[in-house]
Nanobody, 124 residues
Framework: QVQLVESGGGSVQAGGSLRLSCAAS????????MGWFRQAPGKEREFVAA????????SYADSVKGRFSISRDNAKMTGYLQMNRLKPEDTAVYYC?????????????????WGQGTQVTVSS
């Protein structure tokens, strides 16, 4: 089992920045890809970004490409999502996820472990 805990959410004005963190614990030595997803009120959960175990492969949703950056520090067992130039439509609960493969996926059903989520609110 892998436990994930997100932090770094909050409220910002449009154009601002936030950095989300995802701390993993549990099965030390496991190799897993990580992803970020978000869910706005009344909407389905959607893919935001993903990173492979090595960090060499990343993927982004078109809506965040060029504004968000995903990274990870395997020594610290922590993943990050740097969010710049935030827009009101980025408002959502952001979830960190991990899957039992080293390669990325953009599909939420292919992730085995999920954090509890952290709220991001962007005001205009």
């Amino acid at each position: 089992q892998v436990q994930l805990v997100e932090s770094g959410g909050g409220s910002v004005q449009a154009g601002g920045s936030l950095r989300l963190s995802c701390a993993a614990s549990g099965r030390t030595g496991s190799r897993y890809a990580m992803g970020w997803f978000r869910q706005a009120p009344g909407k389905e959960r959607e893919f935001v970004a993903a990173i492979s175990w090595s960090g060499g492969t990343t993927s982004y949703a078109d809506s965040v490409k060029g504004r968000f950056s995903i990274s990870r520090d395997n020594a610290k067992m922590t993943g990050y999502l740097q969010m710049n130039r935030l827009k009101p439509e980025d408002t959502a609960v952001y979830y960190c996820a991990a899957r039992d493969f080293t390669s990325i996926s953009i599909r939420s059903r292919e992730y085995n472990y999920w954090g509890q989520g952290t709220q991001v609110t962007v005001s205009s």
